[in-house]
């Protein structure tokens, strides 16, 4: 059997399930050399690691403490996966990973500005997207932009 981007992309994903985010990256480095183009796919899923990775991470720094996450700069992996292809254009699925990331860190203006952006490129959010911007404006007490977003749900 000859390796292709799908089986690739499984074994990224596999790593990253475990934590393994080192060994995912050298797969993914293995499948740039041997001249097979990562996808949409590919890099959402590496991406998704690294961002469970860093919010693993920053949670752990705080255990026993009563703060939340502190924010974190997500603008490193969104120019890493623009770098990984300049085709490479993000889907659905790949804004909400770092909307989802954003609200998790407390980088709410920055989830809106991903979710903004989207809708501007012609992309309809799913409903992932939408719980993850819910939730987290029902966490932070913020009943206008709930009403809002529903709003938008139902207008669909």
């Known amino acids: 059997m000859t390796p292709d981007v799908i089986s690739y992309t499984m074994m990224i994903n596999g790593y990253c399930r475990v934590n393994c985010l080192r060994q995912a990256r050298v797969i993914f480095n293995d499948m740039k050399e041997r001249g097979i183009k990562p996808d949409v796919i590919t890099c959402t899923v590496l991406l998704n690691g690294r961002l469970k990775e860093n919010l693993k991470r920053a949670r752990s720094l705080q255990c026993g403490k009563e703060r ?12 890493e996966l623009n770098d990984m292809g300049k085709e490479i254009e993000p889907d659905v699925y790949c804004y909400t990973v770092l909307i989802d990331s954003h609200c998790k860190t407390n980088n709410f203006q920055d989830a809106i500005d991903l979710y903004d952006e989207m809708i501007a490129r012609g992309l309809q959010p799913d409903i992932v997207t939408y719980t993850a911007l819910l939730s987290s404006c029902w966490g932070r007490g913020d009943g206008y932009r709930v009403i809002t977003l529903v709003d938008e749900i139902l207008k669909g």
């Open 68 to 79: 939340e996450v502190e924010k974190i700069d997500h603008s490193p992996f969104w120019n």
